[in-house]
């Protein structure tokens, strides 16, 4: 409870007494009231029905913690029998806010339909924290569930998949990049993103275009300030957050020039080879993010492509794949059944997950079923 009443009052904390600009204070304390109005909405019922355990992961940052969440825990399977997948869930936000709590709904039922070990974790927020900040917590969540999730949640450490929603599907790419085995290969098995963010670094500026003239780094998509980007069709003609875009771009900002090739920041520059084996993008029309989006996934289905001609028949092949919804907006899926989520997870990872395993008839039900119930 006092994690949940720290961050839902943490735009206002920050705007009185984090050493940000003054346009940042302003526009945190227009954020404050969607805050206190949405997360008690969304997160009050399960901080009281808890259908999760609660624990705090060691940080790189000495003495400070990581909030995760975890569902499925042993103590309520204690019937299983053998190792069970462990999946990673990486809460939205803007890099500006949001909960664990918010994905409940999806991690219960992604427990109870697979078996699963499932666990959403926090980090810090912009602008008092830029980037690396985020970036790192996932990280290091990631690290230590890999150390101990076996032995104190009975998890299958080399069955490991991730999702994230929004600016939390940039933090799970992001946090696969250094997750390495012996062999140099992800430790990730799969990742799904819903509408999120591949290359943050779409807020161009005169100090990025006067960096970059004299680089030849063409694969960086600079992009224009959220006003002057390039919309896609059907998208409204006034954005209702207007008034929150300086603050989408407070995480990057600060390093954007120093950053500007990192891929822990910019997924879309990532190579192949580190990235999940197979990988399912959920990609709304009506977000300005749609654009970014599918251009990485026709790199990574090219290169995917190439790389799987040159693979034995026995060997197993990548899998790089996109849901484009036609008319449907950046978060449609928040205001919809949580089956719909996680039927699209299950899309995924059933070829991941033991035989036996994906234990209801949920990942078979039709979607246009799922998103209506």
Not at 48 to 65: A, K, L, Q
Not at 133 to 149: F, Q, S
Request: proline share 9%; aromatic share 10%; charged share 20%.
């Amino acid at each position: 409870m006092t994690s949940f009443m720290v961050t839902m009052w943490h735009p206002l904390v920050d705007a009185l007494f984090a050493p940000s600009p003054l346009p940042h204070r302003w526009h945190l304390l227009l954020l404050l009231p969607i805050t206190l109005l949405l997360y008690p909405v969304k997160s009050f019922p399960y901080l009281f029905s808890c259908p999760f355990e609660t624990y705090y992961v060691p940080s790189r940052r000495r003495g400070e913690s990581i909030r995760a969440l975890v569902y499925g825990h042993p103590e309520r399977w204690s019937n299983f029998k053998g190792k069970r997948p462990l999946h990673l869930d990486v809460h939205g936000g803007g890099f500006i806010g949001g909960l664990p709590e918010d994905s409940a709904p999806l991690c219960t039922q992604l427990a109870e339909t697979t078996g699963a070990v499932v666990v959403s974790v926090t980090y810090r927020f912009a602008p008092r924290y830029p980037f690396p900040a985020a970036h790192d917590d996932v990280a290091d969540a990631l690290a230590w569930l890999m150390e101990h999730a076996g032995e104190k949640f009975n998890a299958n450490t080399e069955l490991v998949t991730v999702s994230g929603i929004s600016a939390g599907g940039n933090l799970a790419l992001g946090a696969t990049l250094g997750a390495k085995d012996a062999k140099g290969d992800s430790i990730v098995k799969g990742a799904v993103t819903f509408y999120s963010p591949v290359s943050p670094l779409e807020y161009s500026c005169p100090a990025l275009r006067t960096a970059m003239s004299n680089r030849a780094l063409l694969q960086v998509d600079l992009r224009l300030p959220p006003q002057e980007k390039r919309k896609p069709p059907g998208f409204p003609s006034f954005d209702l957050t207007w008034f929150m875009l300086p603050l989408f771009d407070a995480y990057t900002e600060p390093g954007r020039v120093h950053n500007i090739e990192n891929p822990r920041l910019h997924p879309t520059l990532a190579s192949l080879h580190d990235l999940p084996a197979s990988m399912l993008f959920i990609i709304p029309t009506i977000d300005f993010l749609m654009y970014e989006q599918l251009e990485l996934v026709e790199r990574l289905q090219s290169e995917a492509a190439e790389e799987n001609k040159r693979k034995m028949p026995s060997e197993s092949k990548r899998r790089i794949e996109k849901m484009v919804f036609e008319g449907q907006w950046h978060g449609w899926l928040e205001c919809t059944s949580p089956a719909s989520k996680c039927h699209l997870i299950l899309r995924l990872n059933s070829i991941q997950y033991p035989r036996g395993l994906s234990m209801s008839p949920l990942a078979r039900k039709p979607l246009n079923q799922l998103a209506s119930s």
